[in-house]
């Protein structure tokens, strides 16, 4: 029977993750990431780059979106290896909970882990792609205000 939860928490998981992988457009950090394996001549160049990320990238982390995204790079492409990543995360949560508790409180879990994971990712696609420049914006202007003029 837990069996049967597992695999529901699992596919409510991937309708979730797939739905809109090709329709919302790349974010920043997106398109850095299909620069970065785009411009990489081969698996070793990749982990070079990779290991000297100044976003901290982790280097497996490059070479999920090399193994996909060869030929056209679309957001589906781009995406498909961390949505994967997604789903076993909660299926290893799912069987961690039923290790250290019981095999409820591992569905649970998992159950739980869809809905946080979901509203982290209900971001609005029309954001400003850096929260902060309205606020540092308004500084300078406030601050080229404040100066006095000579």
Do not use: N
Request: aromatic share 8%; with cysteine.
């Amino acid at each position: 029977m837990w069996l049967v939860a597992l695999a529901a928490v699992l596919a409510v998981a991937a309708c979730w993750r797939f739905e809109t992988l090709a329709q919302r457009p790349l974010w920043l950090d997106e398109q850095s990431t299909a620069r970065v394996v785009a411009d990489s001549r081969d698996l070793a160049a990749l982990w070079k780059t990779g290991s000297e990320d100044e976003y901290l990238h982790p280097p497996l982390a490059y070479l999920g979106q090399w193994s996909t995204a060869h030929g056209a790079q679309t957001p589906f492409r781009l995406r498909l290896p961390a949505a994967i990543a997604g789903l076993i995360s909660i299926a290893l949560l799912a069987a961690l909970g039923c290790l250290v508790f019981d095999r409820a409180t591992g569905i649970l879990a998992a159950g739980l882990t869809i809905f946080l994971q979901r509203t982290r990712l209900a971001r609005f696609v029309g954001a400003p792609p850096e929260p902060a420049a309205p606020a540092a914006s308004a500084i300078r202007t406030a601050k080229a205000k404040s100066r006095p003029v000579s």
